[in-house]
């Protein structure tokens, strides 16, 4: 359906909200966008919020493609990411399990999987109240 995200230039940071279906086109679009957007290397510290995700048409294959392009930006990067996904229920836990097994292939990348967002907020680095943070209307959206 869509990804809405919200980047903080201050900070570096970058938050996303996922509603419905996700698939590869659109997790492309999501981090060309931003790059595009806000001209930065669009793997930065993060918080992704999978609670409203239903389904994906991601592959394995998609998946990796995806961790390969992460990889190469990361591997340049003078210093490590932290990526934190919310994934409160099976659907998200099994694609956060999934993504995990991939995105190991980088020593510059840190990612945890969370059942509280609240949790992931702050290892992730960000300020702020969950509720706050992701009930504000000032978001940008890729639909899939």
Same mark, same amino acid.
């Given at each position: ?10 900070? !570096?940071? &970058? &938050?996303?909200?996922? #509603?419905?279906?996700?698939?590869? =086109? @659109? ?7 931003? =790059?595009? @957007?806000?001209?930065?290397?669009? #793997? ?10 239903? @389904? ?9 493609? @995806? ?6 930006? %990361?591997? $340049? %990067? ?5 990526? /934190? %996904? ?20 980088? =020593? +510059?990348?840190?990612?945890?999987? #969370?059942?509280?967002?609240?949790? /992931?907020?702050?290892? =992730? !680095?960000?300020? !702020?109240? $969950? +509720?706050?943070?992701? *009930?504000?209307?000032?978001?940008? *959206?890729?639909?899939?």
């Amino acid at each position: 359906m869509t990804v809405r995200y919200k980047y903080f230039p201050d900070e !570096g940071f &970058l &938050l996303m909200k996922y #509603f419905g279906r996700s698939t590869h =086109a @659109q997790q492309v679009e999501l981090f060309s966008t931003v =790059a595009q @957007q806000y001209d930065v290397v669009p #793997f930065m510290n993060c918080v992704s919020d999978m609670s409203e995700l239903t @389904q994906t048409t991601i592959t394995s294959k998609n998946m990796m493609s @995806q961790v390969t392009q992460i990889t190469q930006a %990361l591997d $340049a %990067l003078p210093h490590p990411i932290k990526q /934190a %996904l919310y994934a409160p229920t099976p659907m998200s836990m099994g694609i956060s399990r999934m993504y995990l097994g991939y995105a190991d292939l980088s =020593a +510059n990348l840190d990612i945890q999987v #969370f059942d509280d967002l609240q949790e /992931a907020i702050n290892w =992730a !680095g960000k300020s !702020g109240l $969950a +509720n706050e943070l992701f *009930e504000t209307s000032e978001w940008d *959206e890729i639909p899939d």
